[in-house]
Structure formats: C-alpha cells, structure tokens
C-alpha cells in the first residue's frame, strides 16, 4: 500500500486532455464543483467531438480556476510549455478518437491520435516530470474495456484478462495503454490505467448509441440496431465514471490498473426498449404510434464485440469506489437532459457530423 505522504489530498493543478469531449466535460464540471480549491487546464484539439462551449460558463466565471488551451496532444512543445507554466500536479488523460465505427471507416486518424498522440504525451509529460522531481506526480490513463475484446455469454474482464482487441478504436486504445505501461517500467513515470466500460450521460456526442436512438426518436427517424441487437454492455453512468476517475488519481498506485463498470449489463436491444418506452412517455406516444415502431435491424458492424462486462471488485477493495447511480434512474435523467438541450444538440450537428452518420450508414 502507498503511504500516506504520496496520497494526493492537497491542492491540485491538473491538465486534462480531451475535456472538451463527452466524458472530459462531465469530469472537469464534476472536480470543480467537488473541488473548490483545484485548477484545471483543458487542452483540446477541438475535433468534431469536442466542443469548448460545454465549459464556456467556467471560463467565464473561475477563469483562475479553469483555462481551455486549444492545441494538440501531439505537440510536444506545447505541452512541455504548459508545464513550465502551471507546474501540473498531474495529468488526466481523455483525449482520443473514440468512436468504433469511424475507426472502421477510417483507423489510421485512431493510430496517429491513440497511439502516436499518447506517446508524444507521454515523452513530453516524463521530460517535465524529470525536471521538477515530484514523487506525488501523477499521470492518469483513461482507457476503455474493449481492450479486452469480445466475452462469451459468461465471466467477467479482470484487470489481468490478455487484450484481444477487435476494432481499430480498440487496438488503438490497447496500444496507448501499453505505451502508458512502458513508460512506467521504463522511465518510473508514475502512470495509472482505468479500463472502463461503456459510459451514457449528459453531452455526449449524438453518434453513440445512446444519444443517436433518442435524437433518432425524437425526429421520427429510423432506429438501427445493428445486427440481432443481442450485443451486450455494461452500462454505467458517466459521474460514476468520474467519481471512479478521481478515486484513481487521488489514491491508486503507480503502475496499477483498475476495471471500472457499472454492474448494468443490457442487451442493445433491451437499452432501446426501455429509451422507447421513456421517450414514448414524455412524448405522450401511445401503443399505436409508439417509436418501437421506428426500430429497424441493420447489417452487423464487423468485428461487433458480442459482450463486454467488468469486474469492478479491485477498484472496490483496494480504493473503496462504487457506482452510485442506478441504471433506469439515471437513464430516465438522461433522456431529459437531452429533451431539455435541444440547443446543445442542434449546435453539435455541424455539417462535418451530417456528412458522417451518411458514410456509416449509407451501406447499411
Ligand atoms: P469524445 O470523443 O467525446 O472526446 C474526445 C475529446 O478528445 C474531444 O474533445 C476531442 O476534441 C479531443 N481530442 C481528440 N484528438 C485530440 C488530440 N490529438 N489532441 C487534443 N485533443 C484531442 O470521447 P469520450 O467519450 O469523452 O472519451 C474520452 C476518453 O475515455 C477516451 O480516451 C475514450 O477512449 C475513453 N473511454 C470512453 C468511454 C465511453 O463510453 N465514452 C468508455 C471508456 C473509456
Ligand atoms: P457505441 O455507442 O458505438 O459504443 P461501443 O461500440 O463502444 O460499445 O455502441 C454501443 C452498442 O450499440 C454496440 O454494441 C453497437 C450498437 N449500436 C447499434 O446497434 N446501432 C447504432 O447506431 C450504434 C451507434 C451502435
């Protein structure tokens, strides 16, 4: 066990990347708000996926506790310089591509990020960690169970489960945390890894499953489930996933990895039942027009994983985190954040996001 002088408990300055993405959004409104006496620096590439606007009330109301630097995880320079500057107590690191079917369409983009992206971080975050000597710096890894690849209909991933990748996103993530673990053992930077399963939640972006089917349902669009809709996921809600985040870097040990999930597996076709039944609700939908009807079965995505689920009980024993949330409540939540964001949903539909959902499903 760690001992208590390296267990980070003081004031922080950390760099996240990729926080202007899905997750990295929730994480930085969650630690602010947890933490009032930590800074946050958000270095983001602004992608198709990402949008600074999630976050531009906090650089409007605490700019002394958050700052968005746009700029590339690939930029060695930049991120020595960010570093000379803030001094980072640690670094929390989203900033990936992270959707499986764009890495079908196109993997090379999931190399250069994941992969190349991750180990020019890596190199430039060892040099100033070198430089300023810090036993209680720390580099956190935000990686993903589809590293795992695909289970059978029992068992559950372990930390210690061989990687089996299937799709370029995942062999690009399998590739970013061996990086991350070869600069452990190479170098001692102090590097964490969390794999965790699929997150669902307020400002993610309307390709995932999730909020495609409620956006779809609200305009009266087809809903594709992909092959037999049989897959199955284990669901988890994406503050529990930031909470778990915050336990890792906060307590875990140099060099260990932690499973994160949310104990809700559902079949894809389940979560959709259950979306159409919320949104039929709301909508005051009845049996004869209900948006069950707008469910169409469509080719398979290749290399579909048939099931994922997690094994949280590491994280659990040894850091004391939990998921809190409830899959129906949270889900019912979720829905109505979206009902309740139909700007935000129109301002993430750019023309770059219309020209993708016609490549991926226009064979379909
Ligand atoms: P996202 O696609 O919503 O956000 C990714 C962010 O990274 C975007 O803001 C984008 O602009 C930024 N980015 C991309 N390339 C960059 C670069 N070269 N330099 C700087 N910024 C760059 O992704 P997400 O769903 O929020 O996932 C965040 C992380 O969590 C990823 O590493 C992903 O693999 C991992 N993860 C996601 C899930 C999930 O269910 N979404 C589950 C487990 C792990
Ligand atoms: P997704 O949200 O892309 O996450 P991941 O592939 O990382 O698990 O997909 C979740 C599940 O939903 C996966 O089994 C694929 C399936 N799916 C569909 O059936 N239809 C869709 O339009 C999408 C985007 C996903």
């Known amino acids: ?58 650089a409007e109301k605490i700019p002394e506790r958050y700052h968005f630097v746009h700029g590339d995880i690939r930029d060695g320079q930049l991120v020595e310089q960010l570093f000379a500057e803030e001094q980072f107590d640690g670094v929390i690191h989203f900033a990936a591509e992270s959707h499986v079917d764009r890495s079908i369409h196109g993997p090379i983009a999931f190399a250069e990020t994941n992969v190349l992206g991750t180990c020019r971080l890596l190199s430039a975050c060892n040099k100033a960690w070198e430089q300023q000597g810090r036993p209680d710096f720390r580099f956190l890894h935000v990686s993903t169970d589809e590293v795992y690849g695909s289970l059978g209909s029992d068992g559950f991933f372990v930390e210690t489960t061989p990687y089996d990748p299937s799709s370029p996103y995942s062999a690009s993530k399998a590739g970013s945390d061996h990086m991350v673990r070869a600069w452990y053992r190479t170098y001692g930077l102090p590097t964490i890894i969390t794999n965790c399963s699929n997150n669902y939640g307020p400002y993610q972006f309307p390709e995932k499953l999730l909020p495609l089917m409620i956006i779809n349902i609200l305009e009266s669009k087809a809903l594709p489930v992909y092959g037999d809709g049989k897959n199955v996921r284990d669901w988890l809600y994406v503050i529990d996933h930031c909470e778990a985040l915050l336990t890792a870097f906060i307590k875990g040990i140099p060099g260990e990895t932690y499973n994160i999930g ?63 949330f409830d899959f129906d409540t949270a889900l019912a939540e979720t829905v109505d954040w979206y009902l309740d964001h139909k700007d935000w949903i129109n301002y993430v539909r750019s023309g770059e996001y219309q020209k993708w959902v016609d490549t991926n499903y226009k064979e379909r």
């Open 1 to 58: 066990m760690k001992s208590e002088e390296t267990i980070k408990t003081s004031t922080q300055t950390i760099l996240v990347t990729g926080g202007a993405g899905f997750i990295g959004t929730n994480f930085i409104r969650h630690t602010l708000n947890k933490h009032p006496d930590w800074r946050i620096v958000n270095l983001d590439a602004v992608t198709y996926a990402g949008n600074p606007a999630n976050l531009a009330d906090l």
């Open 262 to 324: 949310g104990g809700a597996e559902r079949q894809n076709i389940e979560v959709i039942h259950t979306l159409c039944d919320l949104l039929d609700e709301r909508l005051k939908l009845n049996a004869k027009n209900s948006s069950r009807s707008l469910i169409q079965f469509v080719k398979d995505r290749p290399g579909h994983d048939r099931r994922y689920a997690i094994d949280a009980g590491k994280i659990h024993k040894e850091l004391g985190w939990k998921p809190r």
